[in-house]
Nanobody, 124 residues
Framework: QVQLVESGGGLVQAGGSLRLSCAASGRTFSIYNMGWFRQAPGKEREFVGAIKWSGDITSYAESVKGRFTVSRDNAKNTVYLQMTSLKPEDTAVYSC?????????????????WGQGTQVTVSS
C-alpha cells in the first residue's frame, strides 16, 4: 500500500556530505513512523535513524549520532537523511522504511514497507 523510492546516493570522499531523500506514495504518509537502515556487503541490516510520524521525536544509532540528521516534510511526503562528515565505514546501501507502531523503534521487523535502496560509497 505504500511505495518508497530513495534517491541522492552516490560517491563521495571521506569528510563530505550527502542528502538522501525518500519519496512516499500510496497511503497517507503522515501517519507513518519513518526509518533509515543500511546494509554493507556481508553484514546484517543496520539501523541508522528514525523519525516519528509527528516529527517531534528522532532516534539515531550511536555510530552516526552527531553526523546524520533525519527530517521529514509531510507536505511533500518525503523523509530525508542528511549525512555529514562521512567515513568509509558509512559505505552501504541505504533504505528507507515506513511502519505504524506506537513507538519509534530501531528494529527492522517493526517496519512494514521498504524502498529499494540507494548506494552510498565513501572513498578514503
Amino acid at each position: 500500500q505504500v511505495q518508497l523510492v530513495e534517491s541522492g546516493g552516490g560517491l563521495v570522499q571521506a569528510g563530505g556530505s550527502l542528502r538522501l531523500s525518500c519519496a512516499a506514495s500510496g497511503r497517507t504518509f503522515s501517519i507513518y513512523n519513518m526509518g533509515w537502515f543500511r546494509q554493507a556487503p556481508g553484514k546484517e541490516r543496520e539501523f541508522v535513524g528514525a523519525i516519528k510520524w509527528s516529527g517531534d521525536i528522532t532516534s539515531y544509532a550511536e555510530s552516526v549520532k552527531g553526523r546524520f540528521t533525519v527530517s521529514r516534510d509531510n507536505a511533500k511526503n518525503t523523509v530525508y537523511l542528511q549525512m555529514t562528515s562521512l567515513k568509509p565505514e558509512d559505505t552501504a546501501v541505504y533504505s528507507c522504511a515506513a511502519g505504524r507502531r506506537l513507538l519509534v523503534t530501531s528494529t527492522s521487523r517493526d517496519y512494514d514497507y521498504w524502498g529499494q535502496g540507494t548506494q552510498v560509497t565513501v572513498s578514503s
